[in-house]
């Protein structure tokens, strides 16, 4: 089974700062990751994903995050965030190969974004 | 275009009662999906359904049903058995034995009195 580590549950950054969310990760087999951003009272949205190869991988809204296999890690980071990026971030994994329908979600975490 | 429907977006309900959530999907994919979302405990998968009539339980479904006779439709049902039925609901769908990359609806925000 994997399991997922949000390490932060709220992130306060000022605008145009850059910003790290960090995301763990524990599993027995290879894995995919992915990074979601929920806004208020909304679903979540596809940021980025992680499959194979690059371990860094670009996403949508000037966002990126690294894979670091030695570390079971998955950051999340923006060189400079904008008062639209508040929202809630998830990462999840999910089995690589196989029947990998199923993902496991982090407990998230709150970016607010102050002017 | 394609895309997740969830209706209604808020549902309100009184103790006892069952209720019904509805989950639409046009994209044409396989698999589809019922999450509980509570503050501060991230998404936890309630039901997920591979293949029409066919359905396995997730980590939290005790209190609730789903049933699966069309592709694009995943209702839930919340029964009065569920304890602390107040809760985000989301509904997601993908695309069987690829990558597991999910789309999700706009959620339901149930409230329970």
């Known amino acids: 089974a994997q399991s997922v580590t949000q390490l932060d549950s709220q992130v306060p950054v000022f605008e145009e700062a850059p910003v790290e969310l960090r995301c763990n990760y524990s599993?027995?087999?290879?894995?995919?990751l992915f990074w979601y951003v929920q806004y208020p009272n909304q679903g979540l949205q596809l940021l980025l994903k992680?499959?194979?190869?690059?371990?860094l991988v670009k996403g949508i809204n000037g966002f990126e995050a690294e894979f670091n296999k030695s570390q079971t890690s998955f950051h999340l980071r923006k060189p400079s965030v904008h008062i639209s990026d508040t929202a809630e971030y998830f990462c999840?994994?999910?089995?690589?190969?196989?029947?990998?329908?199923?993902?496991?979600f982090g407990k998230g975490t709150l970016l607010t974004v102050n002017p | 275009d394609g895309g997740i429907t969830q209706s209604p977006k808020y549902l309100f309900r009184k103790e006892g009662q069952n209720v019904t959530l509805s989950c639409e999907q046009n994209?044409?994919?396989?698999?589809m999906y019922w999450y509980r979302q509570d503050p501060g405990q991230g998404l936890r998968l309630i039901y997920y359904?591979?293949?029409?009539?066919?359905?396995q339980k997730g980590d939290i479904a005790e209190g609730y049903s789903v049933s699966r006779e069309k592709k694009e439709s995943f209702p839930l049902t919340v029964t009065s058995a569920q304890k602390n039925p107040t809760a985000f609901y989301l509904c997601?769908?993908?695309?069987?034995?690829?990558?597991?990359?999910?789309?999700f609806g706009p959620g339901t925000r149930l409230t329970v009195t």
């Open positions: 997601a769908s993908s695309i069987l034995g690829q990558v597991a990359e999910q789309y």
């Open positions: 994209l044409n994919h396989d698999a």
């Open positions: 599993s027995s087999v290879s894995v995919y």
């Open positions: 992680y499959l194979s190869g690059s371990t």
């Open positions: 359904s591979q293949i029409v009539n066919d359905f």
């Open positions: 999840a994994v999910s089995r690589s190969g196989g029947s990998n329908y199923k993902l496991t």
